[in-house]
């Protein structure tokens, strides 16, 4: 059978490639797949307590058994769409304004808006930052980034709307790099508590990572949190 491959951020630097197809026995799982990798890509094998696997957009463990037509996806731990969804869970390129998105979620039911923006800053850990470069799972982030909404909204059902974009590409000190927005028809139903927990969410689950640029060079930002077959 045949599995097409993505890697991202980090590993894809260490491939030197972003996308491969890879043939395997018929009953060939994700560890099968890794061993196979490593053999041909022996620094992949220094990153692999540290990579995430996705099966067709879903997390995956090594036990995880493969089918022809598969797509397999390797990224390290994130930084931190079309129709009707596109307005409210999308990854651009564009700029994005704290306005415009909280316009996105006031309903007539609306009497409370929380907003978060994510800011890039000019240091980090005591480092000059000149700019960030953002790189996403797109197809996998959005599908997970209404996940996060989903969730919260269990959490919180008085929500009225919730709305998250995260920007891509090239960001310069200043800029917005991802816009949190949730309502609801008083501010003691959930609204804060949701939009914090969006953010903080959205840095476990959602494929987007981060790179840093500084006077010294450049390095890839990852977090520490490794998702599972339980966090679909």
Same mark, same amino acid.
């Given at each position: 059978m045949k599995v097409s491959i993505k890697l991202?951020? @980090?590993? @894809? %630097?260490l491939v030197g490639t972003g996308s491969l197809e890879h043939t395997l026995s018929d009953d060939a799982t994700i560890s099968d797949l890794i061993q196979s990798l490593q053999a041909e890509y022996p620094t992949l094998a220094e990153?692999?307590?540290r990579t995430i696997i996705s099966v067709n957009q879903e997390f995956a463990d090594p036990g995880t058994r493969l089918a022809d037509g598969d797509e397999v996806a390797f990224f390290p731990p994130v930084s931190g769409g079309s129709g009707a969804d596109s307005e409210k869970f999308a990854i651009t390129f564009d700029p994005i304004g704290l306005d415009e998105i909280a316009a996105r979620v006031v309903k007539p039911e609306t009497g409370a808006v929380a907003v978060f923006g994510g800011v890039v800053r000019n240091v980090s850990l005591g480092k000059d930052v000149e700019r960030l470069e953002y790189e996403a799972y797109e197809e996998m982030a959005i599908a997970k980034l209404k996940q996060v909404a989903a969730e919260?909204? %269990?959490?919180w059902p008085k929500i009225v709307d919730i709305a998250i974009i995260q920007r891509i590409g090239r960001l310069e000190v200043g800029e917005n790099a991802v816009v949190v927005a949730v309502s609801s028809p008083h501010r003691g139903d959930g609204c804060f508590e949701a939009c914090a927990y969006a953010i903080n969410r959205l840095k476990e689950i959602v494929p987007i990572w981060k790179k840093e640029f500084s006077p010294d060079g450049s390095e890839w930002v990852e977090g520490d949190y490794l998702p599972s077959e339980a966090d679909n």
């Open positions: 991202f951020a @980090r590993l @894809r %630097e990153a692999a307590p919260a909204r %269990e959490q």
